[in-house]
């Protein structure tokens, strides 16, 4: 069983577009998070949700909006696509803020 | 960013152990030292975390120096799967500064 999952794996679309990826953790975990890696390889945390309350919110444009259903949901909205907005987008979760992190296995967005 | 120096890449013979060093002068007393490594197209794969004293899993050693300004990481019998970007994260127990920041990473290359 796969502990953190995405849909989709790939996701192209064009620019102004309004696309969602969600995100599932069967763990059992209080605290999930939004994490994005450029074509530079640099990965940056956007979002972390604990017990369905935002607790980190990074510098990302209000384009981006996290929601979490339940515990074990965080899917992340994007309204307005961008080119900038490429990149592959990675789920994570931990039991805790503070514990070691689960990662999915990413979703490749391309914008056209 | 990042408060860790890394090595930006290293080769390991297959079979050999693997030393991945770390510097974090700026290392304050409530910060553990943490390591995550990404394969190709994965996720970023949680490995081991220290505070000052040496730990091993079944993944790998943590060795911490005495003042805590640097660490190695280390990978006793490398494989080829071990192939990957393996990033030192300096993390503190509470608050924002929890997050994970990763940097730019050693890339690991293990070879036959």
């Known amino acids: 069983d796969t502990a953190v999952s995405q849909t989709p794996k790939y996701l192209v679309t064009q620019m102004g577009n309004d696309k969602s990826i969600k995100c599932e953790q069967n763990?059992?975990?209080?605290?999930m998070y939004w994490y994005k890696q450029d074509s530079k390889k640099f990965l940056k945390i956007m979002f972390s949700?604990?017990?369905?309350?935002?607790?980190i919110n990074e510098t990302v444009p209000n384009r981006f909006s996290p929601k979490s259903p339940d515990k074990a949901h965080l899917n992340l909205h994007i309204n307005s696509l961008e080119l900038g907005d490429s990149a592959v987008y990675f789920c994570?979760?931990?039991?805790?803020?503070?514990?070691?992190?689960?990662f999915g296995p990413g979703t490749r967005l391309t914008v056209l | 960013d990042a408060k860790t120096t890394q090595p930006p890449s290293m080769d390991c013979a297959e079979g050999r152990a693997a030393n991945l060093p770390c510097n974090h002068s700026?290392?304050?007393?409530?910060?553990?030292v943490y390591w995550y490594r990404q394969i190709h197209s994965q996720g970023p794969q949680y490995i081991i975390h220290?505070?000052?004293n040496n730990e091993t899993n079944e993944m790998a050693s943590l060795i911490i120096t005495e003042d805590r300004k640097s660490s190695t990481l280390i990978l006793p019998h490398a494989t080829l799967r071990d192939t990957a970007v393996y990033y030192c994260?300096?993390?503190?127990?509470?608050?924002?500064?929890?997050?994970?920041?990763f940097g730019k990473g050693t890339k690991l290359s293990v070879k036959p």
């Open positions: 994570a979760s931990s039991l805790a803020s503070h514990n070691e992190q689960f």
């Open positions: 763990l059992g975990h209080d605290t």
């Open positions: 949700y604990n017990n369905k309350e935002l607790i």
């Open positions: 700026t290392i304050s007393g409530n910060e553990y």
């Open positions: 220290g505070l000052k």
């Open positions: 994260i300096v993390r503190a127990v509470r608050g924002s500064q929890g997050n994970l920041i």
